[in-house]
């Protein structure tokens, strides 16, 4: 039969040690607390007209935008890689952002003009 050491190479749970049971509900708390924010923006703040709508959806874009970050960090353990991959990710995502709102200043810029021609 094979043998099976068991070495610290592959096996490297320090790492982790940040992510328990008691960082997890934590993390579950942080965001259910930002989505309840987001619901009463949504269904109680902009309907009631307490916030004007545009104040409104950048609260509720940041608020998403930090829900996000908890989600990839935590849940998909990004937090707990090294550096380099995390910089390529987010260096990454920030390009396909600039990119997607470029598109669509052009698209109306564009769509500005062809209707006036």
Partial sequence: MSEHSHTTEGHEHGEHAG??????????????LITGIEFIIALWAIPGG???????NYIYIALTLVKAFYIVAYFMHLKFEKLGLQLAL???FI???YFIVLMLIE???????????
């Fill in 90 to 92: 987010t260096v990454s």
């Fill in 107 to 117: 698209g109306g810029f564009l769509n500005l003009h062809m209707m006036n021609h």
């Fill in 50 to 56: 307490h916030i004007p709508q545009h104040v409104g």
């Fill in 95 to 97: 390009f396909i952002i």
């Fill in 19 to 32: 992510m328990n049971k008691a960082k997890i509900w934590k993390v579950a708390g942080i965001l259910s």
